[in-house]
């Protein structure tokens, strides 16, 4: 073989090598230099294949269960108390059973959080699962006799806890008016902002010089993924389904679009003092309502006047529960009687 043969080979196994790790997550350039992995995933629903299955026969011919697949894409934890799933779409009764057997079932473990370690390389999150009837896989529904096939749609709708963590850094600067053509930053600009990777994102950090001591920064909440959340002051975590995801018209229209804030780190921190946030009633901890998906929110802070210049890290931590589900259909097919007439 010659030279360039060589050549080739050691080019596309280098390729390989390089996309392998990619996959894997492992860091190609050194250890990250980002605290989240970020994107806009939280739980995944789906069901086991043939978990219900897509045909089956009636007059208790046939019986099956219920299996959904839960897995954490996002960055968050949740634990198993956190998250109830209810399965809709059709009446238990025509299955032999009852609305308590699809109510307010829980995942079978905890689902821990996508992952990275200090070197890049990620760990996937709990996949785990959740079956119907509430009984469990020993439990099974079976379809009564019907007067030919109909189809049925069966949907679970989940309802779980979950929160995004965020966090930039705001240029702090000895004179923030006068600014030196070398300084270390620049306080009237926007600044990168980290979001963890969850439904609900922090976006587009601002802040601009208010006075020679004094600070303002602002911030975007968006609800990127096709879900519905909700919260409220009482911070109330579906404790049951209706508690965490309320299908009451008048409760649902309170809680529905809320998220919960928190400003971290520079409440407690000395160089800053009387935070005051729009919106937050503490002035850094509060609820807010999301409209069109979407809400800003302008905090001004004091600085001390013994100061050098420097960058702070800034937390936002965003808490809300998610309603999300998912669906599929079912052929029940009618087994005809002797003579091939239904009845």
Not at 147 to 170: I, L, M
Request: net charge neutral; aromatic share 8%.
């Amino acid at each position: 073989m010659n030279k360039k043969y060589y050549v080739v080979v050691l080019l596309v196994i280098s390729v390989l090598l390089l996309s392998a790790c990619k996959k894997s997550g492992a860091a190609t350039g050194g250890a990250p230099r980002t605290p989240f992995i970020g994107g806009t995933s939280g739980v995944t629903i789906n069901f086991e294949k043939d978990s219900p299955p897509p045909e089956v026969t009636d007059d208790e011919s046939f019986s099956f269960n219920v299996i959904i697949r839960l897995k954490n894409d996002g960055e968050a934890k949740i634990e198993k108390n956190d998250m109830k799933l209810n399965l809709v779409g059709f009446d238990p009764n025509d299955f032999g059973k009852s609305f308590d057997d699809l109510k307010d079932q829980q995942p079978e473990d905890l689902l821990d959080a996508k992952k990275r370690d200090a070197e890049g390389n990620i760990v996937e999150g709990t996949t785990t699962f959740a079956t119907f009837p509430k009984g469990g896989t020993s439990d099974f529904f079976s379809p009564r006799k019907f007067s030919g096939n109909t189809e049925f749609t069966f949907r679970t709708d989940a309802c779980y806890h979950y929160k995004t963590e965020a966090n930039t850094k705001v240029c702090v600067l000895k004179d923030m008016i006068n600014v030196r053509d070398n300084a270390i930053c620049n306080p009237s600009a926007s600044r990168t902002i980290h979001s963890s990777a969850a439904p609900v994102q922090v976006l587009n950090f601002r802040q601009t010089v208010v006075g020679k001591d004094k600070l303002s920064f602002s911030f975007d909440i968006s609800l990127s993924g096709n879900v519905d959340i909700f919260w409220d002051k009482q911070e109330n975590k579906p404790t049951n389904f209706d508690n965490g995801c309320p299908r009451e018209p008048r409760t649902r229209r309170e809680r529905e679009n809320n998220v919960g804030v928190e400003i971290l780190e520079v409440p407690v921190d000395p160089i800053f003092s009387n935070l005051k946030c729009g919106g937050l009633d503490s002035g850094h901890k509060g609820v807010v309502k999301l409209v069109s998906g979407k809400r800003t929110i302008t905090c001004t802070v004091d600085l001390t006047t013994d100061r050098l210049d420097l960058e702070k890290t800034v937390g936002i931590r965003l808490l809300y529960n998610v309603l999300d589900n998912k669906e599929t259909e079912i052929l029940v097919k009618h087994l005809a009687t002797e003579g091939g007439v239904a009845s």
